[in-house]
Nanobody
Framework: QVQLVESGGGLVQAGGSLRLSCAAS????????MAWFRQAPGKEREVVAS????????HYADSVKGRFTISRDNAKNTVYLQMHSLKPEDTAVYYC????????????????WGQGTQVTVSS
């Protein structure tokens, strides 16, 4: 079992930056690939970025490539999402998720989820 708790969301103007954190507890954090998903009102949950168990490999959705950076600190059991140049279309609830394999894109493939943190980007 892994418990995930996100933090760092908030209201920011377009062009601004935020850093999301996801603290894990329970089972061995470094055994899991991690990902950030987001879900906007009326839309399906979509993967934003994912990172391998070691942190050596990352993958990004085209919509955030070059603006967002996913990283992890296995010593702190934490995964981060640094977001720059935020756009109104980035507004969503952001979730972190833990799963057995890297590069999984479907929510159903992930075993554990946080409760989500709201990110709102004003124009």
């Amino acid at each position: 079992q892994v418990q995930l708790v996100e933090s760092g969301g908030g209201l920011v103007q377009a062009g601004g930056s935020l850093r999301l954190s996801c603290a894990a507890s329970g089972s061995t954090f470094s055994n899991y690939a991690m990902a950030w998903f987001r879900q906007a009102p009326g839309k399906e949950r979509e993967v934003v970025a994912s990172i391998s168990w070691s942190g050596g490999s990352t993958h990004y959705a085209d919509s955030v490539k070059g603006r967002f950076t996913i990283s992890r600190d296995n010593a702190k059991n934490t995964v981060y999402l640094q977001m720059h140049s935020l756009k109104p279309e980035d507004t969503a609830v952001y979730y972190c998720a833990a799963g057995p394999l890297f590069l999984m894109i479907l929510p159903s493939e992930y075993d554990y989820w946080g409760q989500g943190t709201q990110v709102t980007v004003s124009s």
